[in-house]
């Protein structure tokens, strides 16, 4: 996994601006990627990040970096949390939920419709996107069913990010730098 790839799908999380990324990363062996996951959790986890794999497929893993006390946060919302019971998770755990998401991308090829909830996006949106997906305002980073205005600060901050984050990694920034503490 390279860290310009790591930077180029995970900048606003690294800067606290999301609360997780996903991004499918190849991998030659499942040990080696195993140990470079592990090797990025102890260089970030001292910033408040963790990155751990959702699903191997074909020599690629779904890898989700993400701020565990920004998830707990998140899915302590009143909406969220009724999302997530409907589609059978056991709310208040937040371990519990990531598991529970592993379960249903590993029996599925689709990504579930609660996904957005693990990745900051607003719960009014996500509760749009499952139940009324034709309504959509506007299409960015996620698809907007609520706050239009807010949500088109969120992508303009987070694309700016991004750009901002590859130029100090080319000028020689190390991720542990890049990574602002939690």
Known sequence: ?????????????????????????????????????????????????????????NGRALVYLYRPKMLEKDLRNELAAQLLA?????????????????????????FPHEIGLFLGYPPADVDGFMHR??????????????????????FARCRRCTEVYLRCWQQGYSLERLAVPA
């Open 86 to 110: 409907e589609c059978g998770y056991a709310c208040g755990n937040p371990n519990a939920c990531i598991a529970r998401l592993i379960s249903r991308l590993r029996g599925s090829r689709d």
């Open 1 to 57: 996994m390279s860290n310009e790839m790591l930077i180029r799908c995970c900048a606003p999380t690294m800067a606290s601006l999301k609360t997780g990324n996903m991004f499918n990363c190849p991998f030659d062996s499942r040990e080696h990627m195993t140990e470079e996951l592990r090797r990025l959790n102890r260089l970030l986890g001292r910033k408040g990040l963790r990155a751990l794999p959702l699903r191997w497929e």
């Open 133 to 154: 997906k034709h309504a959509c305002k506007l299409s960015g980073i996620w698809k907007v069913y609520d706050d239009v205005e807010g949500a088109a600060r969120q």
